[in-house]
């Protein structure tokens, strides 16, 4: 490094300090999640912070259609979906691309260094901001000054509490009030100096003494995670630190202490669709998949003169550029027609549902292409449809803290939690990412459930999860206790799912994690318009979600052969009997039954109801239940 190039350094503004996979923004580093960095912690900013100028639309109808429709999201006002800012990277860390990206805070400020055990912010004066703009995983935070340090000033490392609450706040961990508890919060000396060390073996984390250096009160804190801890911290200030504010209103709720890092800290509430294919007219869906471009805000084609122009002048409508100028207008206003005069829609399954269980007419485009049907030998009951292309677009509509919402398209328990605002003023755009993958629908045939279902009616095993599903709901202030109940068929798909999910990873050489289901489950007294059916797919944004493994074992026998091995290995549990006799209760607090990490339990990016609603003697008999199981023919 050249002297002008360390002075250029020394002034550039803070830069990348870390990078993220655009689905992790939606699942685990989503706006208000934390991120833990090599060398300190921070906080994903909220929309206001996000510098647009870089983010490219993402085009989904049906997905932006169905989030102002529901009353639940409070996001009638979206018109768009937008994916993070990206600028392509060069060698020069201090071009505009290294200053563009998602916005974080520093978050939790307190921090405590690894030579004097100071415990301080970074607003005291006592920390410095070290940049690396040639290795971001190398920016850190130093104490200055530090009267141990030797040599260059030592690193220091983030605080190791928070503490948050269920209405979607997080706050700093409140060090000197709790160190103070006995003194009424405040510190008698003049100034207050708090050091941390850990004592005793270290083992656990809320092994570490708090001291403050003036005045010799001492905690240790495990207080803050005791039985009388709600006596020791206080109220919630009703702060959002991913928006640097508070709320006007304040809040009511008792602060819960967290670990830096703890998995119930942030909850996504995401809505997914699968894209499909707008037309089987080839016109007709380039001009869909070009529609961003299209229908610009800044820029819209709005005459055939301004279509001609653009069809030579922009790169993106270079795929139109074979089709007649006329028809390629014609489509464009009828589009634009169409759009002004469709309603809001919030069934994202069915016409999925529809596509794939008619794959001869199912249209097809460079995102979508099913294979023809076929029936695995042995299991008359079902039909499997290769999914050989699949985009998948996902937006996070909110988030909670301390009790999570299921994501996806369970979408049924809303009101249990309160959601996180995403921006601190209404913006019109909510983040959302694309993925490309492949997969396989398994389709069980609706005669064979429905005699499966008047078979198991009223049974005791499967009326306990009822039960236990409106002992969940009652726990959580709900009057309607029976309302979200999934339904027995639900629990068979989704036991179904997991059983195969579990089973494809094997062979297929993509991660149990990379695999998620989609499951298709309604009743209704037409059987046209009843669904059950799963959808097992891949979905990542490069190459390494559609190499061909999972969508080669929808070839019939390969299938059926996967298939019977998973009924087979879900008939004994390596937890059993325990697992088998698993019948949830008031004891029990959970919403599954036979099923436990052993046998049918997913990472969480996999499931889309948190491993809930399932009972492997749905499927085979157990050592605990017979007389209940799907009637497969192996």
């Known amino acids: 490094m050249t002297p002008a190039t360390k002075a250029a350094a020394k002034k550039a503004p803070p830069g990348r300090v870390g990078g993220v996979r655009p689905s992790q923004l939606m699942y685990t580093f989503g706006v208000g999640a934390m991120v833990d960095l090599p060398n300190f912690s921070v906080i994903v900013a909220g929309l206001d912070d996000w510098k647009t100028d870089w983010a490219s639309e993402v085009v989904e109808e049906r997905l932006l259609a169905a989030i102002r429709a529901d009353q639940g999201l409070d996001l009638g006002h979206v018109s768009a979906l937008q994916a993070a800012p990206w600028l392509e990277e060069s060698r020069n860390p201090f071009e ?87 003194t009424g919060g405040t510190c008698p000396a003049t100034h207050w100096r708090l050091e941390a060390r850990d004592i005793g073996a270290g083992a656990r984390s809320t092994e570490m003494l708090v001291s403050c250096v003036p005045c010799g009160a001492k905690v240790v804190m495990t207080a803050a995670f005791g039985e009388n801890a709600t006596a020791i911290l206080p109220r919630c200030r009703g702060r959002h630190a991913h928006l640097r504010q508070f709320d006007a209103d304040g809040c009511t709720q008792q602060v819960r202490p967290m ?44 005459s055939p003169e301004m279509l001609a122009f653009a069809l030579k002048a922009v790169p993106d409508l270079k795929r139109l550029a074979g089709f007649d100028p006329a028809a390629v207008w014609a489509a464009i206003e009828t589009r634009r027609a169409g759009i002004a005069e469709t309603g809001e829609e919030t069934d994202l399954l069915g016409p999925e549902w529809t596509v794939f269980v008619t794959p001869h007419q199912a249209p097809e485009s460079r995102d979508f292409r ?92 499967l009326e306990a999860l009822r039960e236990a599903h409106q002992e969940w709901r009652r726990r959580r202030g709900l009057t309607d206790v029976n309302a979200g109940w999934p339904g ?79 009924l087979e290995r879900a ?30 339990f997913l990472p969480e990016t996999s499931c889309e109801r948190g491993n809930r609603y399932l009972d492997r003697t749905t499927m085979v008999e157990t050592l605990a239940e017979v007389g209940i199981a799907f009637p497969f023919s192996p």
């Open 488 to 566: 027995e068929r639900y629990v068979l798909l989704h036991s179904l799912s997991h059983a195969l999910v579990n089973e494809l990873a094997l062979e297929c050489g993509y991660s149990v994690a990379s695999i998620r289901e989609r499951i298709y489950a309604r009743e209704a007294d037409d059987p046209a318009k009843a669904m059950a059916g799963v959808l097992l797919y891949t979905a990542a944004p490069d190459s390494e979600g559609t190499l061909g493994g999972l969508v080669a074992l929808a070839e019939p026998d390969e299938f059926a052969r996967a298939l019977g091995a998973a």
């Open 370 to 461: 099913l294979g023809p049907p076929a029936q695995p030998p042995g299991f008359a009951e079902l039909t499997v449809v290769p999914a050989e292309r699949l985009r998948e677009v996902v937006a996070l509509c909110g988030f909670t803290r301390v009790d999570g919402p299921d994501s996806g398209v369970a979408a049924d328990v809303e009101g249990v939690v309160r959601y996180g605002p995403l921006a601190r003023k209404q913006v019109n755009w909510v983040p959302a990412a694309e993925v490309r993958g492949e997969g396989v629908f398994v389709r069980l045939h609706e005669d064979a459930v429905r005699a499966w279902e008047s078979s198991v009616a009223g049974g005791d095993h």
């Open 96 to 182: 505009e691309w290294a200053r563009t990206g998602v916005p974080v805070i520093p978050f939790p400020r307190w921090m405590r260094c690894t030579v004097c055990n100071l415990l301080t912010t970074v607003d005291a004066g006592l920390l410095e901001l070290v940049p690396s703009p040639f290795r971001p995983d190398q920016v850190r935070y130093a104490h200055k000054n530090c009267s141990k340090g030797r040599g260059k000033p030592p690193s220091v490392v983030p605080a190791r509490f928070v503490v948050a609450c269920q209405n979607g706040h997080i706050d700093e961990f409140p060090w000197v009030e709790f160190t103070h508890r006995t």
């Open 259 to 302: 670990l830096l890092g703890a998995s119930n800290a942030w909850f996504p509430a995401t809505r997914t669709v699968l894209s499909i294919p707008v037309s089987a007219d080839s016109l007709e869906q380039t001009v869909a998949e070009c529609w961003p471009t299209l229908d610009a805000a800044d820029a819209p084609v709005t």
């Open 571 to 600: 008939k004994l549990c390596s937890s059993d009997p325990l697992c088998s006799s698993h019948v949830p209760g008031e004891a029990d607090p959970v919403l599954h039954a036979a099923a436990c990490h052993s046998c049918l």
